[in-house]
């Protein structure tokens, strides 16, 4: 729910996403709970076989299977030998909310908590998320976050990421 707010926030909704829109636009419609069987089938399965499931398993090939099917090149063989590092959440507060996300190598997390610091900054109560304003401010919040995405961003254990020179405070 609370996730479903901050989109509504913002003025953008995941129904634009077959999947997301699956998932969350009835929800955030009717303020019930979202529901995905899918991919609670699949966590079930994790639940039973565990991890070999997800690297050597079943659904290891329907990962490669849809990855190939978009263009990609993943291959059994990527996911049986991936090794799990464990590193510690991005943790911030911003619009009212806690945040935990992914650390690097996923950018995606850098990206969120930048665009939101930079959303606190320019819209800082809920009157002035309305109108084009609130739309205008989540474009522009994402353009510097993803040209240091494209950028300067790998895999941490390989490459230097310059995190405190690219953060937007």
Do not use: C
């Not at 190939?68 to 059994?76: D, W």
């Not at 976050?145 to 937007?168: I, T």
């Amino acid at each position: 729910a609370h996730t479903l707010r901050i989109f509504g926030m913002v003025g953008g909704m995941p129904g634009v996403d077959p999947l997301l829109g699956n998932v969350f636009s009835e929800a955030a419609r009717s303020e019930k709970r979202a529901k995905n069987p899918a991919l609670a089938g699949t966590l079930r399965r994790f639940g039973k076989e565990g991890a070999k499931l997800f690297y050597t398993g079943a659904l290891a090939q329907e990962i490669v299977r849809a990855a190939r099917a978009q263009g990609g090149i993943l291959t059994p063989r990527d996911l049986a030998d991936y090794k799990v590092v464990a590193r510690e959440p991005l943790r911030a507060s911003r619009l009212g909310y806690e945040w935990a996300t992914a650390p690097l190598p996923s950018a995606g997390g850098y990206t969120m908590m930048n665009s939101l610091a930079l959303l606190e900054r320019w819209l800082p109560t809920p009157a002035h998320w309305k109108g084009s304003e609130r739309y205008h401010a989540l474009i522009e919040s994402w353009k510097g976050a993803y040209l240091d995405r494209q950028g300067y961003f790998g895999d941490p254990d390989h490459v230097k990421v310059p995190l405190a020179a690219l953060n937007a405070e």
